[in-house]
C-alpha cells in the first residue's frame, strides 16, 4: 500500500476514505487541490506552504480542509491521520479487511492516475479518487454505453433492455449499468448472451452486494471477464442515499446512456441528468401512452432526449471512430503508422487511436505533456494527414 498517487500513498487515500463524514465528494476535492498544488510546486515538500492560495494555508492544513468544505470534526480527524498517523480501531480494521482482499488476483483497487482508470469518468464534474473492481480491469476498454431503466419494469422493457445490449455488445461496446433488479438486470444478461464483458457499478461495498437475488448474476459478470466497481469502501452497507451517486459513475464512463423503460420518479432519470450535464448522449425508447412505467422515458424523449428504435439509431449519433468500434483495430505497433509523420505527431495519433475518444486542446496538453504551439502544429499535421479529425474543438482518431 506504499504507491504514490498524486502525492498520498494509497493507505493514505484508504485512511481517508474509511473515516466517517469523508466522503467521495470530500476526496475529490482533495485530489483535486493536491493536483493543482503539484503542478504549481513540482519537486516541493507536501507540507511546505503554498504560494497562490489562502493567505496563510499549507499544502494540507486544518484551514485547507475547511476551505475544501470538510466538516471541522472531519478535517481534525484527517489531520490527526496525515499528520500523526492516528487512525479509530474500526478503520484499523478496514485496512487489515481491505488488503486480505486485494490479495486475490481478480480483487483490485484503481486510482485515477491509474492507467486503466475509465478515461471518460476524469472528466467528470466528482470523479470517484479511486474504484474498488472485481473482476476484469479491461472490462471497459471497449467503448461503454449505459443502459438503465425501471426496477419494476415490464416483461416489454426486459426484452427490449436484453436485446438491445446483446446487439450492443456484439458491436464492440460495453455494456454499463447498476446491477439491480428490473432493466439492469437484463441490460447486463442481454451482453453476456453475446458472451462480452459488461461492467456493474454498484451503490454498496463489493463485500455487500445488493440486491442479493443477483448474486448469480454478479458471478456470471466476473466470470465473463467484466467487473463489479464500486467507490464505496468494501463493507459499506445498503442505503438509499448510496444508490443516486453511483448514477453519474455509470454515465460518466459512457459515451452514451439509453433509458429503456422509466417512470416520472424513476432512479434512471437522475443517470439521464448526469448524462445531460457531462455532454454524453441521451437515448430513450418510446413507451406506450398512458403506461405509467412509460412516462419518464416519454418525457425525456419530448425534452430532446434521441428516440431510439434500433440500435442503428445509438450508432448514427455517437462520434464517427465510435461507430462500429468491433470492426476497428486500435494501432498499437509504431510501425502501422504513417511512415511521413513526425516523432510528436505520431505519439499524439498513437494516443488518440488507443483511448478512442475525443479531447480538446487543454486535455490534450495535459495529456500529451506538449506546449501550446508544440501541439498546435502537431495537430495541424494530423488533420492535414486526414488521420485526426476536428469537430468544434474536440480532436478524434478518425482516419
Not at 484551514?63 to 475544501?68: C, D, F, K, P
Not at 499528520?83 to 485515477?112: A, C, M, S
Not at 442481454?190 to 445488493?210: P, S
Amino acid at each position: 500500500m506504499n504507491a504514490l498517487h498524486n502525492g498520498f500513498s494509497q493507505r493514505d487515500w484508504l485512511a481517508l476514505s474509511f473515516m466517517p463524514g469523508i466522503g467521495p465528494s470530500r476526496l475529490a476535492s482533495l485530489w483535486t487541490y493536491l493536483s493543482a498544488w503539484s503542478e504549481n510546486q513540482e519537486g516541493a515538500d507536501l507540507f511546505d506552504p503554498i504560494p497562490n492560495t489562502v493567505s496563510g494555508a499549507q499544502s494540507v492544513d486544518y484551514q485547507v480542509l475547511r476551505a475544501l468544505g470538510w466538516s471541522e470534526r472531519t478535517a481534525r480527524a484527517a489531520l490527526l491521520y496525515l499528520q500523526h498517523g492516528k487512525l479509530p480501531y474500526d478503520v484499523e480494521d478496514n485496512f487489515i479487511l481491505t488488503e486480505r482482499w486485494l490479495e486475490e488476483p481478480d480483487q483490485h483497487v484503481v486510482f485515477r492516475d491509474d492507467p486503466n482508470y475509465p478515461t471518460l469518468l476524469q472528466n467528470i464534474s466528482v470523479p470517484p479518487t479511486c474504484l474498488f473492481v472485481k473482476g476484469s480491469k479491461q472490462a471497459w476498454a471497449n467503448p461503454c454505453l449505459g443502459v438503465v431503466g425501471a426496477r419494476n419494469a415490464s416483461g416489454y422493457g426486459k426484452k427490449i433492455a436484453e436485446s438491445f445490449s446483446q446487439q450492443l455488445a456484439e458491436a464492440g461496446y460495453s455494456i454499463c449499468s447498476g446491477g439491480a433488479k428490473g432493466i439492469d438486470s437484463f441490460a447486463h444478461q442481454g451482453a453476456l448472451k453475446a458472451q462480452k464483458a459488461t461492467v456493474a457499478v454498484m451503490g454498496t461495498g463489493l463485500l455487500n452486494l445488493y440486491p442479493k437475488q443477483n448474486i448469480a448474476l454478479f458471478e456470471r459478470i466476473t466470470a465473463t471477464e467484466g467487473a463489479l466497481i464500486s467507490e464505496y469502501p468494501l463493507t459499506t452497507a445498503p442505503r438509499p442515499q448510496l444508490f443516486p451517486p453511483r448514477n453519474r459513475i455509470i454515465s460518466g464512463m459512457s459515451h452514451g446512456v439509453l433509458v429503456v423503460e422509466a417512470s416520472e420518479k424513476s432512479g434512471s432519470l437522475i443517470s439521464a441528468r448526469y448524462a445531460l450535464e457531462e455532454n454524453r448522449e441521451v437515448f430513450a425508447i418510446p413507451g406506450r401512452i398512458g403506461d405509467p412505467q412509460a412516462n419518464g422515458s416519454n418525457q425525456l424523449i419530448r425534452q430532446g432526449a434521441n428516440l431510439v428504435l434500433g440500435i442503428d439509431d445509438i450508432m448514427a449519433e455517437l462520434p464517427r471512430s465510435l461507430r462500429q468500434p468491433a470492426l476497428e483495430n486500435t494501432i498499437t505497433d509504431k510501425g502501422e503508422l504513417p511512415s511521413n509523420l513526425s516523432n510528436s505527431a505520431s505519439d499524439v495519433l498513437e494516443m488518440l487511436s488507443t483511448e478512442r475518444v475525443a479531447f480538446d486542446f487543454d486535455a490534450l496538453i495535459r495529456k500529451t505533456g506538449l506546449g501550446a504551439s508544440a501541439l498546435s502544429q502537431t495537430l495541424m499535421e494530423l488533420e492535414l494527414s486526414g488521420m485526426v479529425v476536428n469537430a468544434q474543438g474536440q480532436y478524434q482518431y478518425a482516419p
